[in-house]
Structures are given as structure tokens and as C-alpha cells.
């Protein structure tokens, strides 16, 4: 199997002491995983930016017309995913992924996993977005996006808990 290229533009809107080197290949192998998963055929490039509550609360009004705060938003460059092979050849700009850490970490203790899991979990959620699937607009995407997000998570290797 060819090897996937892929080229993560990280940022952050804050400083977040939880961004370390492991943390940011954790969600490099999220979304590394979830492209092999998907037989994603280019090499790709995603933006992932780092925030907290307040500023993805102010994304999701502006762009979804939601008045709250969500734990991940993913703004596709390529609608339903429908990738223009020319356009791909070199490198796909699949788009951007915007993640909440202070969600992340709410969600992962109330759902008792950690904080590296729920973060790659989003990442993989999202990155399936950029791929064309929508839950919001269909069952069957909803489905398929559940299943893949539980398979492709058991796939991301995540560091061993400090003792």
C-alpha cells in the first residue's frame, strides 16, 4: 500500500498547556487513519486550530446559526466530497478542523476516557467531514459515520497512561 503524505498546519488561539509534540501526533495519527480508512487516493493537507468554549461558540453562531458552544466544527474546501482528481494530483486542501479542548476534556471525563482519545475521536469526526460525510443531512451518513469514527479510533495508537 502506498504511503499517505499528509501536511497539518496546527494552531492555536491560545496558549494550551496540553498542546505538546505526543498530543499534536495523536491527532495526526487521528486523521492519518482515518484517510488510509478511507482509501483517501491524494495527498492531503488539513488545518487544525486549537481553541476554547467562547471561540468556537462564536463559529458556530457566525456559520451554523448556533447559538452554543460545539466541540468540533469542519469547514470542507471540497462540497459532499467531490475531489477534482486535477486539482488533488499535487495536494487536496481538504480544509479546516476546529477543535474545543475545554469541550474535549468535559466530554472525555463524562464519557470516561481520556482526553487524548475524545480529542482523536473529534479529529477523526471531523475529518470524515472533510470527506463528504454529512450526519446532519442523512441517516445513512449518520450511520456510516458512527461506524467508521468507532473503527478507525481502535486503529490510532494513544500513549500510555502516566502511573
Known amino acids: ?32 487513519e482515518t484517510l488510509k480508512y478511507e482509501e483517501f487516493p491524494y495527498p492531503a493537507r488539513v488545518s487544525v486550530t486549537f481553541c476554547d468554549n467562547a471561540y468556537i461558540h462564536k463559529l458556530n453562531k457566525k456559520y451554523r446559526n448556533v447559538d452554543r458552544p460545539t466541540d468540533v466544527l469542519s469547514f470542507p474546501m471540497y ?36 482526553f487524548e482519545r475524545e480529542a482523536a475521536f473529534l479529529a477523526i469526526h471531523s475529518t470524515l467531514h472533510l470527506l463528504g460525510y454529512d450526519h446532519e443531512r442523512s441517516p445513512e451518513d449518520e450511520e456510516a459515520q458512527c461506524s467508521r469514527q468507532r473503527a478507525i479510533v481502535e486503529r490510532v495508537e494513544f500513549p500510555e497512561p502516566n502511573k
Do not use: N, W
Open 79 to 114: 462540497d459532499g466530497g467531490d475531489f477534482d482528481p486535477v486539482e488533488c494530483k499535487e495536494c487536496a486542501e481538504l480544509g479546516d478542523i476546529v477543535l474545543s479542548l475545554e469541550r474535549a476534556k468535559v466530554q472525555a471525563a463524562e464519557i470516561g476516557h481520556s
Open 1 to 32: 500500500m502506498k504511503k499517505q503524505r499528509l501536511i497539518i498546519d496546527f494552531t492555536a488561539v491560545d496558549r494550551y498547556p496540553e498542546i505538546t509534540y505526543d498530543f499534536k501526533m495523536i491527532i495526526r495519527s487521528a486523521i492519518l
